[in-house]
């Protein structure tokens, strides 16, 4: 019986081990992929936190212009909106 079927035997124990290499391969590549999105979610953790800043920092850009602009319309005359805000 080990004679019959001894070639076939063989063979598949080669596609299995040709399998089990591809497997290992995707695996690996799976991996490095997982690594790659932990790196990425820091990144954009980060990314969101300097646009928050920076929408701060122009939300007292704008109060800052806006009591400027408020104390030149006292001590000068009156600046048109228009001319300062376009919504």
Known sequence: MDILF???VKEFRARIETLQKSVDTALTILDKIAENIVKLEKQVKCTDKK???CAGGFRQTR?????LR???SEASGTIIESTYMRD
């Open 70 to 72: 408020e104390e030149l």
């Open 51 to 53: 646009f928050e800043a």
């Open 6 to 8: 001894g070639n076939q």
């Open 63 to 67: 109060d800052a212009c806006t009591l």
